[in-house]
């Protein structure tokens, strides 16, 4: 297992984690050694990009996550919608911590929690949804303890401004291929073609219609190829041949803004929760 460190030295503390994925990957998104790193401590999986994902199967993931005792809360973050509901949920989980403290005879304290998750799923977008605005820039100044900073969003919440980064480690080719799909690892460590035509193929299988309905017939009834879409895009090269790399831009672009249609790219099927 790789090191954790520094995400560990952070974890330490804060009393709930919010861990962030992508609605449209909520499994694959999820880090391999999740339970190893946070242990016991309370954690709500927050899934970003609710108005990007497939509703229907995203219900189906919710349900089948929650019953390894994950709360499971689904938010679209260009929307202040549900972020009081977030708080008192959070506040709701973390209540017998609080009590023991009260029956310890310590004194009542704000929860103090931590935003953590693998790159590009929405973690800044959380805190600063969280905190209501686009937090402040902290840094070293002279006067001020170097340590972890405290944002309070709630007289009973303090959020750390500083997300936690999960490394993308351990992660085998099926995932890696739907996390580069959708932006979720650095483009050095994949090929656009290649991750292009693996969308198409993906597409094809969970959705059948989708890129038919947005390309035209040459993609009807799992056909189509990105040969195809360089020609319906009049994507050429300077030597009039179809140029694959144009369209492979183009489709992972619509895919990821959600041009084709809200996706989920876990199987709920499959049953595979090992991430939660």
């Given at each position: 297992?790789?090191?954790?460190?520094?995400?560990?030295?952070?974890?330490?503390?804060?009393?709930?984690?919010?861990?962030?994925?992508?609605?449209?990957?909520?499994?694959?998104?999820?880090?391999?050694?999740?339970?190893?790193?946070?242990?016991?401590?309370?954690?709500?999986?927050?899934?970003?990009?609710?108005?990007?994902?497939?509703?229907?199967?995203?219900?189906?993931?919710?349900?089948?996550?929650?019953?390894?005792?994950?709360?499971?809360?689904?938010?679209?973050?260009?929307e202040m919608r549900g972020r009081n509901k977030l708080?008192?949920?959070?506040?709701?989980?973390?209540?017998?911590?609080?009590?023991?403290?009260?029956?310890?005879?310590?004194?009542?304290?704000?929860?103090?929690?931590?935003?953590?998750?693998?790159?590009?799923?929405?973690?800044?977008?959380?805190?600063?949804?969280?905190?209501?605005?686009?937090?402040?820039?902290?840094?070293?100044?002279?006067?001020?303890?170097?340590?972890?900073?405290?944002?309070?969003?709630?007289?009973?919440?303090?959020?750390?401004?500083?997300?936690?980064?999960?490394?993308?480690?351990?992660?085998?080719?099926?995932?890696?291929?739907?996390?580069?799909?959708?932006?979720?690892?650095?483009?050095?460590?994949?090929?656009?073609?290649?991750?292009?035509?693996?969308?198409?193929?993906?597409?094809?299988?969970?959705?059948?219609?989708?890129?038919?309905?947005?390309?035209?017939?040459?993609?009807?009834?799992?056909?189509?190829?990105?040969?195809?879409?360089?020609?319906?895009?009049?994507?050429?090269?300077?030597g009039s041949q179809p140029d694959t790399y144009r369209?492979?831009?183009?489709?992972?672009?619509?895919?990821r803004a959600g041009r084709l249609g809200r996706v989920?790219?876990?199987?709920?099927?499959?049953?595979?929760?090992?991430?939660?």
């Open positions: 297992m790789p090191s954790f460190k520094k995400l560990q030295d952070q974890l330490k503390w804060v009393d709930l984690i919010f861990e962030v994925r992508d609605a449209r990957v909520p499994v694959s998104s999820g880090h391999p050694y999740a339970t190893k790193i946070f242990g016991n401590k309370p954690r709500i999986l927050v899934m970003a990009k609710e108005d990007l994902a497939d509703l229907t199967k995203l219900k189906q993931w919710s349900t089948q996550l929650s019953k390894n005792g994950s709360l499971v809360v689904s938010v679209a973050l260009k708080i008192e949920q959070s506040l709701a989980l973390t209540k017998d911590m609080q009590n023991s403290r009260v029956k310890k005879g310590l004194l009542p304290r704000p929860i103090r929690a931590c935003v953590v998750g693998m790159p590009n799923v929405g973690k800044s977008s959380l805190i600063n949804w969280l905190i209501g605005k686009k937090k402040a820039h902290t840094g070293n100044k002279p006067g001020i303890t170097k340590g972890p900073q405290w944002v309070r969003v709630h007289p009973q919440l303090e959020l750390l401004d500083t997300p936690g980064i999960l490394p993308v480690t351990a992660l085998n080719a099926e995932i890696t291929g739907k996390l580069a799909m959708l932006n979720l690892v650095p483009d050095s460590h994949y090929d656009i073609v290649e991750t292009a035509e693996l969308g198409i193929n993906t597409l094809h299988s969970i959705y059948p219609k989708m890129l038919s309905d947005a390309y035209g017939t040459s993609f009807a009834e799992g056909k189509g190829d990105l040969t195809d879409l360089a020609k319906v895009r009049s994507c050429i090269t300077a369209a492979a831009s183009i489709l992972l672009n619509d895919l989920i790219l876990d199987d709920p099927l499959a049953g595979k929760t090992s991430h939660g």
